[in-house]
């Protein structure tokens, strides 16, 4: 298996996984400190819902760490989800009507 075979985490599973489980908060505690609703931080550590520049700003502050690390993982994890369900057809077709363009337009 290689590494594009693998999907990456969502960041709401990285949030829970790897800052609010070791830290000992809970995602309602979480919404109340980011004065967000409890059902945005929920549906975010179950992969339900994105990091949008909101919510970035707000784990940043927090977190005490840049809102960019957030919206870099939302980021990453769209493309990588995004790639592999764009199918390898529609990449050949899309290539062959690059080179029909460029035979065209001669």
């Known amino acids: 298996m290689t590494k594009r075979d693998i999907y990456p985490d969502h960041p709401g599973i990285i ?22 609703s409890r059902d ?8 339900k819902r ?3 520049p909101d919510t970035a ?5 927090f977190f005490d760490m840049s809102p ?7 980021y990453h994890y769209d493309l990588v989800i995004t790639e592999k ?8 077709s899309i290539k062959m009507s690059r080179k029909e363009f460029v035979l065209l337009s001669h």
């Open 15 to 36: 949030l829970k996984e790897e800052f609010l489980e070791p830290m000992g908060i809970r995602p309602g505690t979480l919404s109340r400190a980011l004065q967000v």
């Open 40 to 47: 945005r931080i929920a549906e975010l550590v179950k992969g």
């Open 68 to 74: 960019e690390f957030w919206l870099n993982l939302q």
């Open 57 to 61: 700003l707000r784990l940043g502050a």
């Open 50 to 52: 994105d990091v949008t």
């Open 85 to 92: 369900d764009f199918s390898t057809k529609i990449l050949n």
